[in-house]
RNA sequence: GAUCUGUUAGCUCAGUCGGUAGAGCAACGGCCUUUUAAGCCGUGGGUCUUGGGUUCGAGUCCCAAACAGAUCACCA
């Protein structure tokens, strides 16, 4: 326990003293609310005859005194309304201690209570609830910071340090209403799209987070232990290869939105766990999948955000649909002139060299195209951009080019020079998907960490027949981040995982 | 992982050349019965992130550490 400020033992006192007062500051009876700040000031005026008694609950966050009345602001769930307090409506007798002890000495901004009275409006024009009786629901005893907003729309004393707004982002939540504003979206966007793939009949499923083996992706796990079994367990990097057996089950499609949790960096675009979906739909390719994913983007942001627009720092993103598709070697040929198709290893390693692209040894065709379309392309990729059909030694679970020897059928979808969402015609073919896995083996002999595990059960679910099917996962954090114009992974995600602080 | 920047009151921030720690808001005591960043008078509040060092003397200079942010590299 810290040692107290001097406001916090200034609250607690006041605690005691409501107590004393036999008042309970925690009651356990329920307050009936039949209001809230937000409808109250938009049906008022329409229809002030349904306002003439109201009973409201929120947190105090501003009190303005003037003596023997108070107009003081309260915030709920849906914004802050202003209230007045005359000490002769709340202390209609000769005993004013509710008015000069409780209200004005004992309570605090911070302060949850519950109010009831009439709505009015005042002389300066502001709609307003005329108290006629207050009670305390939870006295707060740690102070809040303040911050004030102007006539010219201003804010002042703003509680702006990331740090304390991510360790307690309750507070943050509290005195920033644009924060909340963001959770709020990112609960829409999951919800429209968790609409859109409903009404298309495809069946939202939930796959296991500890595996045995980790699959899917080519990343470093959490590694935990269970008891009982007495066997390590994994959390999972990816879903992919559980919904793909869901696929060779017999379900037309299927989807799941769920946290994978990835042992690596941390920094503003990468938080261990993160929010993906990922969808699989049976006899469709992944030219299909553009399309729906353009017409889902589409709708399911202009449904958010009232148009397909957005705008993210400087640049206007426009998600309408159809979304520009240019394979990888075309997009390297169109922002560097130089031509990737049939070169040598050597002569790509020259054309990183001469761009300043770091390289190493032990990098093979598939790598260095990779590493010249990350450093020469992608930022110029703002508007939405499908780079389609990658080298086959990155991508170990699609399949092969059905024209294009030495690619695989993939795409990823790039916005705002970041990638959102990637996607396959997905490798059904058993032997092919075996020699597959054994390459990545190969690899983690070379000493790569993150190179895929053999999944024999997964092969064995392929040897029964996986119809053909298309594959794509969405990172929710980054989608997210565009649609509320962020530029950290932190801004999105309620409890960021921080460092522990040490005493 | 590298580089740079930051850490002072509950919050937002000043703090000069190294010489008794400052402001606004918040808090506390007054005045004020339609104000709105309310106002007016008065008061209190600090392990200057932590640990070393230099110095007669360190918030300030030096070294190290912790945490955070930005930029870069890698991963979604």
Redesign the pocket.
């Known amino acids: 326990m810290h040692?107290l400020?001097?406001?916090?033992i200034?609250r607690r006192n006041?605690l005691a003293a409501l107590e004393e007062m036999g008042i309970n500051p925690y009651p356990p009876e329920a307050f009936e609310v039949n209001a809230n700040s937000f409808e109250i000031k938009q049906n008022f005026e329409n229809n002030p005859d349904a306002y003439k008694s109201v009973s409201i609950a929120g947190r105090l966050m501003?009190?303005?005194?003037?003596?023997?009345?108070c107009?003081a602001?309260i915030q709920d769930s849906k914004g802050k309304i202003?209230i007045?307090v005359?000490?002769?409506?709340v202390c209609p007798g000769e005993d004013k201690t509710l008015y000069d002890l409780v209200f004005k000495?004992y309570m605090?901004?911070g302060d949850i209570i519950g109010l009831k009275g009439y709505v009015?409006?005042?002389?300066?024009?502001?709609i307003?609830i005329?108290v006629s009786h207050l009670q305390m629901l939870s006295k707060s005893l740690?102070?809040?910071?303040?911050?004030?907003?102007?006539?010219d729309g201003?804010t002042?004393?703003?509680?702006?340090?990331?740090?304390?707004r991510?360790r307690h982002r309750y507070v943050d939540l509290i005195v920033n209403p644009q924060h909340r504003e963001i959770f709020v979206k990112r609960s829409q966007l999951i919800h429209e799209m968790r609409m859109y793939f409903n009404e298309k009949n495809w069946l939202e499923v939930e796959t296991p987070v500890l595996q045995g083996m980790h699959g899917g992706?080519?990343?470093r796990p959490f590694k935990t232990h269970h008891n009982a079994l007495d066997i390590p367990l994994f959390l999972r990097i990816a879903n992919e290869l559980y919904l793909k057996r869901l696929i060779v089950g017999g379900f037309d499609g299927v989807y799941e939105f769920g946290k994978?949790f990835?042992n690596?960096?941390?920094?503003?675009?990468?938080?261990?766990?993160?929010t993906?979906m990922e969808i699989y739909v049976a006899y469709k390719d992944y030219i299909w999948m553009m399309e729906m994913v353009e017409t889902m983007l589409e709708r399911v942001i202009t449904k958010i955000n009232g148009n397909p627009k957005v705008q993210v720092g400087s640049n206007e993103i426009n998600f309408t649909k159809p979304y520009r598709r240019l394979s990888m070697y075309d997009a390297i040929k169109e922002y560097t002139n130089f031509d990737v198709e049939g070169k040598s290893e050597e002569e790509l390693k020259a054309f990183c060299r001469s761009k300043n692209?770091?390289i190493d040894a032990s990098m093979g065709v598939g790598k260095l195209i990779?590493?010249i379309f990350?450093?020469l392309v992608e930022k110029h990729l703002i508007q939405p951009t499908y780079i389609t059909d990658y080298p086959i030694e990155m991508t170990p679970l699609a399949k092969k080019h059905r024209t294009k020897a030495g690619l695989v059928e993939r795409f990823e979808l790039y916005v705002n020079a970041?990638?959102?969402a990637?996607a396959y015609t997905e490798l059904n073919d058993p032997i092919d998907q075996r020699q597959r896995f054994e390459d990545q083996l190969k690899l983690a002999a070379r000493g790569d960490d993150?190179a895929m595990l053999m999944d024999e059960d997964f092969l064995l679910s392929l040897e029964y027949g996986m119809p053909p099917t298309s594959g794509l996962g969405i990172?929710i954090?980054?989608l997210t981040m565009l649609l509320t114009g962020q530029?950290?992974?932190?801004e999105v995600l309620l409890f960021?995982q921080?460092?522990?602080?040490?005493k």
């Open positions: 040692s400020s001097e406001q916090e200034i006041s501003m009190i303005r005194d003037m003596g023997k009345a107009f602001e202003q007045y005359k000490r002769d409506e000495k605090d901004i009015f409006k005042t002389k300066m024009g502001e307003s005329h740690h102070p809040l910071p303040i911050v004030k907003t102007d006539a201003q002042h004393d703003a509680f702006t340090d990331p740090e304390q991510y992706a080519a990343a994978m990835r690596e960096g941390m920094d503003r675009t990468h938080n261990p766990e993160f993906s692209i770091e990779d590493e990350g450093g970041k990638e959102i990637n993150e990172g954090d980054r530029e950290a992974i932190q960021p921080m460092k522990p602080l040490i």
